[in-house]
C-alpha cells in the first residue's frame, strides 16, 4: 500500500485542516507531492491513502475501515493516523507497526520512511520489505523486523492490540549487530506471545546508517530551517 498519497488534500482530512488553519486557501491546495517539502503537511499525508486498510478498525458489518485512520488506544476512539500519533507522541508512547509482504511497496518513498518516523513509529515488523523502502527506513532510524519465516501476524494470534516489548535494540548503540532481536506482545489480559524476528539490517553499512541514522542531521536541519 503507498503510504504517502500523490493525490489532492481534502479539506476534511489532517493535511487540509493544517493547511487551512495556516490561512491556504482550499483552491491551492494542491497535491501533496509538490508540498513534499513542508514536512507539517505531508506528516499528516503518511498513512492517508483512501485504500488503506488498518485491521485495528472495523465497521459495524465486520468490514475493515478504508483510509488513514486507527484506534486510539488512550480514548478507545477512531481517530486519524496523525491525530492519534500526536496524541502517542505526548504520552510518551513510541510505536510499531504489524505488516504483511513486501511492506512499502509503491510508496511516495522520499517522504515514507520519514513520515513514518515524524509519526513516533520505531519499528516495523512485516513478512517481507521492499528493497529500498528497508533502506530508508534504517536510515530513518526505524528498525525493519521480519516475522520468523512461515509466521505471520495471523499465525502468532497477534492483532496490534498488544502492547510490544523489542528486548536488545539498545545493542547497536554498543557497535554491536544482532542478527535477531526477541520480541514480547502483551495482550489487556496479561497472557504474552513471543518470537524471535530477524533484524533485516542486513549489512554491516546498514548497520551503521541504523545507528547513526540520517536522522539527527534531519532533526538538525528541522530545528535550523
Do not use: C
Not at 87 to 107: F, H, R, T
Not at 135 to 142: A, F, R
Amino acid at each position: 500500500h503507498p503510504h504517502s498519497p500523490a493525490g489532492s488534500i481534502k479539506p476534511d482530512s489532517p493535511a487540509g485542516r493544517y493547511l487551512a488553519e495556516h490561512g491556504v486557501d482550499r483552491k491551492d491546495f494542491n497535491s501533496y507531492g509538490s508540498r513534499r517539502g513542508n514536512h507539517e503537511v505531508m506528516i499528516r499525508g503518511t498513512f492517508a491513502n483512501i485504500r488503506l486498510k488498518n485491521l485495528l478498525l472495523k465497521n459495524p458489518d465486520g468490514s475493515v475501515v478504508e483510509g488513514g485512520y486507527t484506534r486510539n488506544f488512550l480514548t478507545g476512539e477512531q481517530d486519524t493516523i496523525y491525530d492519534a500519533s500526536v496524541a502517542y507522541q505526548e504520552a510518551g508512547i513510541p510505536l510499531v507497526i504489524l505488516a504483511g509482504k513486501e511492506y512499502g511497496s509503491g510508496s511516495s518513498r522520499d517522504w515514507a520512511a520519514k513520515g513514518t518516523r515524524l509519526l513516533g513509529v520505531r519499528a516495523v515488523i512485516a513478512e517481507s520489505f521492499e528493497r529500498i523502502h528497508r533502506s530508508n527506513l534504517i536510515g530513518m532510524g526505524v528498525i525493519p523486523l521480519q516475522f520468523p519465516a512461515g509466521e505471520n501476524a495471523e499465525s502468532l494470534g497477534l492483532d496490534g492490540t498488544e502492547t510490544y516489548d523489542i528486548a536488545g535494540i539498545a545493542a547497536f548503540s554498543a557497535g554491536e549487530h544482532p542478527k535477531t532481536l526477541t520480541v514480547v506482545a502483551t495482550r489487556a489480559d496479561g497472557t504474552t506471545t513471543s518470537f524471535d524476528a530477524v533484524v533485516r539490517i542486513d549489512t554491516p553499512g546498514e548497520a551503521d546508517y541504523y545507528r547513526n541514522g540520517g536522522i539527527l542531521q534531519y532533526v538538525l536541519r528541522s530545528l535550523i530551517a
